[in-house]
């Protein structure tokens, strides 16, 4: 049937499935675009048409890849301030990403990637393909909440607290009623009724009942969204129930839902919710899914709208310089990686090459003990795991007989490994240890890392992505996602660090990372994090430069 959902596929067959779906559910589709392979249209070609198509409500797309990355970011963002897109991202693993590239030809990108673009774009992502439908009728249908907090009415207890459950796992908030709320509420039902959220007026709650308690609801000022559950009451039709209801929603200005429960007993009503555009739903997760949708709506809107962070004080020319004469080179040295982000003003321990124990003595020093010997080798990433790498080396003895110990262990875990030296670099103090890095992604350009540091990394994957270059927003978001950010403020016997350090430390490693395409890999690990206002220091670095992707 006619509607204002688009619905854009990579896939005929799920579109052919969708026209189906559509006419069963009484859902109205007002595009619906088989994309095949791509040869000359595209999703992102056709993103800002539909939208401006004069009755396409939300955009949901079905994906089996992205071309042009940063142009389907530029597209939505400028499409989602007045349509939404929800997008269902399929081949998140190998075997699935091997059969969307035979499908559509198209590189499926890193899942951590896909979510930073989604993010930054402004696009909401499904995990289901149920969740893709259901989500853009809310979306069509609701208008948007004001915050996450949902109050909950129900004519029975169980599915309230699966309605609870579902919504905290979605990060949203059961609604506190306040007195005056209460107070009406205890006008409409019997004693015997729960009014604390979820608000249970018992089996016995009538049509006027279920009508009256949600027009308390939705005039609480602390609610922000409405879920409405009920299996088939006892005593009344669902049917009479939905029509009680139906005037009052279309007069809300809060997004309001049903999970109405059960099947052949239902049907009435929700042939009434769909006929009068509520989204309904079978069980409360789905519902609580759907409320979730329409927040995140809210959140992204400032995502897309927020700019990226830029540092001036940064020397472009020197970084330039730098590469330039790596070109011949298959790695860039360790200082020279000092040098190159010191460039772009990122704190770096000091660090130089010893040729042999003499120089080792000599820098040791010069720098002042205690100091850190590590392998210099272009064919070693992983330094400690070879006995490369020796820590608070106090004196000239200690440092001497270092140097002849990184070579014997270094050499034997590796004789093949190609061995310039031992680098002597000044010990830092001690301080949470975070992981810093950027990494281009075929499609979607520099994607930002961030995380648990140190040898943490592996075990933990405590990580959070974002695209570079950053944004405040998405600085927050992978602060407030990660462990590692968390404890940067401070946790039991663990001191608050420096979290504006570390902040700086992405916005300029992001800069540097869109700057420079051909550096496709860097990581700090780790990134040294000192108490609050001391600053940080990267002690470890790893750039991976790719010298035929490097331009003059």
């Not at 939705?218 to 009344?236: A, E, F």
């Not at 011949?328 to 010893?354: C, F, N, V, W």
């Not at 590796?414 to 031992?422: K, M, N, Y």
Request: a negative charge; charged letters at 20%.
């Amino acid at each position: 049937p006619p509607g204002d959902v688009a619905f854009l596929s990579h896939s005929g067959a799920i579109c052919a499935a969708a026209i189906d779906w559509a006419r069963g559910q009484g859902y109205g589709i007002s595009k619906l675009i088989s994309l095949g392979n791509q040869a000359d249209v595209t999703e992102t070609d056709l993103l800002a048409p539909t939208a401006s198509d004069g009755y396409t409500k939300v955009i949901a797309l079905y994906l089996e890849g992205i071309k042009s990355g940063r142009r389907f970011i530029e597209e939505a963002r400028s499409v989602v301030s007045s349509v939404p897109i929800i997008a269902l991202k399929v081949g998140r693993f190998e075997s699935g990403r091997k059969a969307a590239a035979s499908h559509t030809g198209a590189l499926a990108g890193e899942e951590s990637a896909y979510n930073a673009v989604f993010q930054r774009a402004g696009v909401l992502r499904a995990e289901t393909s149920e969740e893709l439908f259901d989500e853009a009728r809310a979306l069509a249908w609701c208008p948007l909440p004001k915050g996450n907090r949902v109050a909950v009415l129900t004519n029975a207890g169980g599915p309230g607290v699966t309605a609870a459950d579902a919504l905290e796992t979605l990060d949203l908030k059961m609604a506190e009623l306040s007195e005056e709320t209460l107070a009406r509420l205890r006008e409409i039902l019997p004693p015997e009724a729960s009014l604390n959220n979820p608000v249970d007026m018992l089996a016995s709650a009538t049509p006027a009942q279920f009508a009256a308690c949600l027009q308390v609801l939705i005039m609480d000022t602390g609610t922000d969204s409405i879920m409405v559950i009920y299996p088939t009451p006892p005593m009344h039709t669902a049917g009479a129930v939905a029509k009680a209801m139906i005037p009052v929603i279309h007069k809300s200005e809060k997004p309001i839902v049903i999970s109405v429960m059960g099947d052949r007993l239902i049907q009435e009503a929700v042939e009434h919710l769909r006929a009068a555009r509520i989204p309904e739903y079978r069980f409360p997760e789905r519902a609580a899914a759907a409320l979730a949708a329409l927040y995140k709506r809210v959140v992204l809107l400032e995502y897309a709208a927020a700019k990226p962070v830029i540092r001036k004080d940064v020397d472009k020319k020197l970084v330039q310089d730098i590469l330039q004469r790596q070109v011949q080179k298959d790695h860039i040295s360790a200082p020279e990686t000092e040098q190159i982000l010191r460039a772009y003003g990122i704190p770096t321990s000091r660090m130089s090459l010893a040729k042999n124990q003499e120089e080792a003595a000599e820098l040791a020093a010069e720098m002042g003990m205690p100091v850190v010997l590590k392998v210099a080798s272009p064919d070693i990433s992983h330094k400690t795991d070879v006995g490369g790498v020796l820590l608070n080396l106090a004196d000239e003895k200690s440092v001497r007989a270092g140097f002849q110990t990184i070579l014997e262990q270094a050499r034997a875990a590796l004789p093949e490994a190609v061995i310039t030296g031992v680098y002597v670099q000044e010990m830092v103090p001690r301080g949470q240890e975070v992981i810093v890095g950027a990494v281009q992604d075929p499609q979607f350009g520099p994607v930002m890392m961030f995380g648990s540091g140190g040898t943490e990394v592996e075990g933990l994957k405590d990580l959070a992505f974002g695209l570079a270059p950053l944004t405040d927003l998405e600085i927050d978001y992978m602060l407030n996602k990660t462990w590692a950010g968390q404890k940067l403020k401070g946790f039991r016997n663990i001191q608050p660090a420096d979290i504006q350090g570390v902040r700086d430390v992405l916005v300029r490693l992001a800069q540097l990372a869109s700057d420079f395409p051909s550096l496709v890999e860097i990581e700090i690990n780790p990134l040294r994090v000192f108490s609050e206002g001391k600053g940080t220091a990267a002690v470890d670095v790893r750039i991976h430069f790719d010298a035929g992707a490097h331009s003059t």
